[in-house]
């Protein structure tokens, strides 16, 4: 699978979990996938600095995409710390 359809598949399933994200005025969008199948994301808006957001993208972003993109290996977000 090539890249354009990569990032078509990881756009679908992002798709359905941004309703959630836009109706509390965040969004995130695709920065890269790394040569070792990881996703790199940046939250945007609201998803920046909500506290749930570390929750948000391991509980609900990362099994997405993971689900509909079996070859991914994993998902981060470049602009986020994980609460401590």
């Known amino acids: 699978m090539d890249n354009t359809e990569l990032i078509s598949k990881i756009e679908a399933s992002l798709d359905t979990m941004r309703p959630y994200l836009v109706s509390d005025g965040g969004n995130v969008e ?44 994993g998902v981060i977000a470049i602009n986020l710390e994980p609460a401590v």
């Open 30 to 73: 695709i920065v890269d996938i790394t040569d070792d199948m990881v996703v790199r994301l940046r939250l945007v808006g609201a998803c920046k600095t909500c506290p749930a957001s570390y929750m948000t993208m391991k509980a609900g972003i990362e099994t997405a995409v993971k689900q509909a993109v079996p070859e991914i290996k």
